[in-house]
C-alpha cells in the first residue's frame, strides 16, 4: 500500500476531510513564530514532492521568523549518515537550545517552628538565573513536594 492510501485509511478522503488533512502535517505544528527551530535535510534526487515539501517549509520558516536551515544531498531517500551533515545538524540544535542549568548549592535550613511546622528555606542557586525553577520535595514514598502554602502534597510546585 503506498502511503498516500495510508493517509486515506487513517484521515479519509481529503475530499470529504479537508480539515483534517493539514493537522497531520508539520506545517500544522510550524504555524507561528515561536514554532520550534527546524532543520530541513532533503536529497536533490528525491522524489519532486520531497524536494517540495521542503522548499515550501522552508520558505514558510522564513516568512515566520523561524531559525532554520536546509540542507540538500544525493544519498536517496534515507536518514543521513553524511559526517558533515550530521555535524551541521548537532551544531544547529546545540546553537539553539538551552544548556542544563546547575545543580543547586546548599540548602540552608533557619526558624524552625515544630509546632506550626515551619521553616525557611534557603536555596544557593549555583549562577542560575531567574528563569530556573525550583521544586522542593521530602524523599519519602510515595515522594512528597512542599506546595504553595507550606503543606506536602503530591503535585510538584515550581
Given at each position: 500500500m503506498d502511503i498516500y492510501n495510508r493517509f486515506v485509511t487513517a484521515?479519509?478522503?481529503?475530499?470529504?476531510?479537508?480539515?483534517?488533512?493539514?493537522?497531520?502535517?508539520?506545517?500544522?505544528?510550524?504555524?507561528?513564530?515561536?514554532?520550534?527551530?527546524?532543520?530541513?535535510?532533503?536529497?536533490?534526487?528525491?522524489?519532486?514532492?520531497?524536494?517540495?515539501?521542503?522548499q515550501w517549509l522552508a520558505t514558510n520558516l522564513a516568512t515566520l521568523g523561524v531559525p532554520h536551515q536546509v540542507a540538500t544531498g544525493t544519498s536517496g531517500h534515507k536518514v543521513t549518515t553524511n559526517f558533515t551533515t550530521l555535524t551541521n545538524i548537532y551544531n544547529f540544535f546545540k546553537a539553539r537550545t538551552n544548556a542544563l542549568p546547575n545543580?543547586?548549592?546548599?540548602?540552608?535550613?533557619s526558624n524552625f517552628d515544630t509546632n506550626a511546622g515551619l521553616v525557611d528555606v534557603a536555596t544557593n542557586a549555583n549562577g542560575n538565573g531567574a528563569p530556573v525553577l525550583y521544586a522542593i520535595y521530602a524523599n519519602t514514598t510515595p515522594r512528597k513536594w512542599v506546595q504553595t502554602n507550606g503543606v506536602?502534597?503530591?503535585?510538584?510546585?515550581w
Open positions: 484521515w479519509g478522503q481529503t475530499a470529504t476531510n479537508l480539515a483534517v488533512w493539514p493537522m497531520q502535517g508539520a506545517p500544522y505544528y510550524l504555524a507561528t513564530t515561536s514554532s520550534a527551530p527546524v532543520f530541513l535535510s532533503y536529497n536533490t534526487d528525491d522524489a519532486a514532492w520531497y524536494v517540495y515539501q521542503a545543580r543547586p548549592g546548599a540548602t540552608a535550613l506536602m502534597g503530591s503535585n510538584v510546585v
